[in-house]
């Protein structure tokens, strides 16, 4: 496991309850009651969420469909083939990565504690509809790390679809590694093999997972 997977684990596990997405509430504010909220979730319910991976999985499949702009998420990675993409081929995209992030990320809430996330003022003008929250995450062995989120007003309020951690884009990394895996395998065989590694999941992990692409 390289340094970054357990930082991205956290900022996910962040993300995953970012249950006050209202557009009157600020985008550091959403993710200051993201991190109160998960703190709370996963301290009444850590052993049985190790215990029960495919509960586990339910849980994020069912707190994360609202709260991540997967729709445009999917098309920035996509880039240049999401103009070449069927209507059914990006819905099948969207959902077969989001649902791989899920089942690489999940574990991430596990470990997930209140010190470890401090959030910085934003400084962007909200009225431009974008901006990014700057925040420092501490590791166990007390580095702290820069992670911040690129987030977008949406009609559903604030919403995160990037995250930068340590100067790399999530987005800008998933678009430079899909783009030539879709110059060798072409939209479909991208398709099939995020779908293939998203079925590898526990059938627990919920019927609502079906309706990602469209939300």
Avoid: C
């Amino acid at each position: 496991m390289t340094r970054r997977q357990p930082i991205t684990a956290l900022l996910f596990a962040v993300l995953l309850w970012s249950g006050a997405a209202q557009a009157n509430i600020g985008p550091d504010e959403v993710i200051r009651q993201a991190s109160d909220e998960v703190l709370a979730a996963v301290n009444t319910r850590r052993d049985e969420l190790k215990a029960d991976p495919g509960e586990l999985y339910k849980v994020v499949d069912d707190i994360l469909l609202p709260r991540f702009d997967r729709r445009y998420t999917g098309g920035l990675v996509m880039g240049k083939y999401w103009r070449k993409a069927s209507p059914e081929q990006r819905d099948r995209f969207i959902l077969a990565l989001y649902r791989s992030l899920v089942k690489t990320y999940a574990s991430g809430i596990l470990e997930y504690r209140g010190d470890h996330l401090k959030i910085l003022p934003v400084t962007d003008d909200l009225s431009k509809g974008k901006v990014i929250v700057e925040t420092r995450v501490t590791l166990d062995t007390g580095v702290e790390t820069p992670v911040n989120y690129r987030m977008r007003l949406t009609d559903g309020g604030w919403k995160a679809y990037d995250v930068i951690i340590e100067g790399i884009s999530y987005v800008a990394n998933y678009r430079k590694q899909y783009a030539s895996e879709f110059r060798a395998k072409g939209i479909d065989g991208v398709i099939k093999e995020l779908e293939a590694k998203a079925a590898e999941a526990p059938a627990e992990e919920g019927a609502a997972t079906a309706s990602a692409a469209s939300q």
